[in-house]
């Protein structure tokens, strides 16, 4: 048997000009580089061999060094359109004018023991630009258009390595919510279709405004075939095959269809339970977010009123304001403002003006202030008749009606 030959490789010239951006492709890629003639990226070469394949594992396990937008359109200078700083490079396809746009940045980790902060931040920028530079929201790597190779038009623009800070502050960058849902998949993880259904809902929720406004139906359905067949990869997470084709179309077709129809929301914008509309101005909104504030405060309160009645309907006590306000932790001027609710109930006892303040006062002589400027909060004056409770203003109001005929006659 003839003894095996080593063999050594040199990648061309362009990846060792440390002038050039593609130098930093060599660097930053793994050693055991993914490659293949086709997006699968079956292959594991080392880098210096898997340079000669048309598509390459780019960014290393857990570090990314590149960010990379798959443009499905054929405007490849979008980002100057954009007012958006210039890729390092740019891939394009001769055929039909699609490319990728690589961008190189300060490498961000991605491990399990990495910071969840830069991660998220770089998420934040990565999100923005996909959105200004209408890039495949499906795509995620790792594999990508090599640059420099043959099959591919390569641009080179510079070799500056940009920082997040840096490309930050070209777009607006939009914070996910905490109260934002995502597809809950422990609760679907024995079964691969509502797996990938629960997936690709929320991818549909998350494209289908920017496909309204910019695209068609058929570009969003297409965008969905993309993502579903991209998750549909359940032989490696634990199950015996994966999803026939035909499963995969059929929950693409259901899916789409009704989002494209019925969905109304936008992942990419929380205007809260309200759902205003983002064109009102300031004063308004804050006018119909008061006056909804109010109005749920005075259902929760008269609620909390109606919890306290049925309470003391249980124990067989009588239904006075005092007794009320007692129970539903709240004071007796609240329990006033509400006595319609006290009315509703059909136990209702006399009230506690009618129960307590029978005095013979009419020798006092009420004096009447139209202006007050300050403000004297109401103490309580305990009567020991019939067990009452009732504040000072409730007992001048009572003299102030004992004395109003009086006035009118006068």
């Avoid at 937008?69 to 055929?95: C, E, K, M, S, Y």
């Amino acid at each position: 048997m003839a003894e095996r030959t080593a063999r050594t490789y040199t990648p061309p010239y362009q990846y060792r000009n440390q002038r050039s951006p593609l130098s930093r492709v060599i660097e930053e890629m793994p050693y055991l580089a993914r490659c293949s003639d086709n997006k699968t990226a079956g292959l594991v070469r080392p880098r210096e061999f898997a340079v000669k394949h048309p598509y390459i594992q780019v960014n290393r396990a857990n570090v990314v060094s590149w960010l990379i937008f798959d443009l499905d359109h054929a405007n490849a200078t979008i980002w100057q359109d954009q007012d958006l700083p210039p890729p390092n490079l740019v891939v394009r396809n001769r055929r039909n004018g699609k490319a990728h746009l690589f961008y190189a940045i300060e490498p961000v980790l991605t491990g399990e023991n990495a910071r969840a902060k830069p991660i998220a931040f770089m998420n934040a920028v990565y999100d923005a630009f996909r959105m200004r530079l209408d890039a495949d929201a499906a795509y995620s790597g790792p594999v990508a258009k090599t640059p420099g190779h043959r099959w591919w038009e390569t641009t080179e623009f510079h070799d500056h390595v940009y920082d997040l800070a840096e490309l930050a502050e070209h777009v607006e960058l939009t914070v996910k919510p905490y109260w934002s849902k995502e597809p809950n998949l422990d609760s679907v993880a024995h079964s691969r279709h509502c797996t990938l259904f629960e997936k690709l809902r929320f991818f549909a929720y998350s494209i289908v405004g920017q496909e309204r406004d910019k695209g068609s139906y058929q570009s969003f359905c297409r965008k969905l075939r993309q993502f579903a067949n991209q998750q549909n990869c359940f032989s490696l997470r634990g199950h015996k095959e994966n999803l026939r084709q035909s499963q995969v179309r059929a929950t693409v077709k259901s899916v789409g269809r009704w989002t494209w129809t019925r969905y109304t929301g936008r992942s990419d914008c929380h205007r809260g339970v309200m759902a205003l509309n983002g064109d009102l101005p300031l004063d308004e909104k804050q006018r119909l977010s008061a006056k909804r504030t109010h109005q749920v405060r005075r259902t929760v309160t008269e609620r909390t009123i109606r919890q306290a009645c049925e309470k003391l309907k249980r124990d067989g006590q009588p239904l006075t304001m005092v007794g009320v306000a007692k129970v539903a932790g709240v004071s007796r001027q609240t329990i006033a403002r509400y006595r319609h609710v006290l009315n509703e109930s059909p136990q209702r006892t006399q009230s506690d003006d009618s129960k307590v303040l029978h005095l013979p006062l009419r020798s006092l002589k009420p004096v009447f202030v139209s202006y007050g400027v300050y403000q004297i909060s109401a103490l309580r004056l305990r009567v020991a008749l019939l067990g009452g409770e009732v504040g000072i203003v409730d007992w001048l109001n009572w003299v102030r009606r004992q004395f109003e005929p009086e006035r009118g006659s006068g």
